[in-house]
């Protein structure tokens, strides 16, 4: 069984991006077996571990969306833009969480 950083995944679990997760982790928001962390870095093995946020128990879900998008000139390939340009999660609406990447 792998071990994890609880960062990675919350985010995997769609509760946020590693960075808010990060914020999370350090507000104390989330318990792993009951106890609450607050240190970065905290490793589970998702396998066994409990974990849970605003007393929920998050899972990873298990079906995952893929879309293909031919980016147009004048958007970025982000989630939130610092800038407040507009992002490629504003041309697909649908309820699923989406991660936005690029080509390499």
């Known amino acids: 069984m792998e ?3 609880l960062q990675k995944f ?3 679990a769609g509760i946020a ?3 808010k997760a990060e914020e999370l982790i350090l507000n104390g928001e989330i318990s792993v077996n009951g106890k609450v962390v607050t ?3 905290t490793k589970i ?3 066994i571990d409990k974990v849970f946020y605003k007393g929920k128990e998050v899972k990873l ?3 995952f969306v893929y879309i293909l998008l031919n980016k147009p000139i004048g958007y970025v390939t982000t989630a939130k833009d610092q800038f407040d340009r507009d992002t490629v999660l504003d041309l697909v609406k649908v309820k699923e969480r989406i991660v936005p990447c690029r080509k390499a």
């Open 39 to 41: 240190e970065l870095g």
């Open 45 to 47: 093995r998702p396998e």
């Open 17 to 19: 991006s590693r960075r």
């Open 61 to 63: 879900k298990e079906n």
């Open 10 to 12: 919350l985010s995997r």
């Open 3 to 5: 071990e994890e950083r």
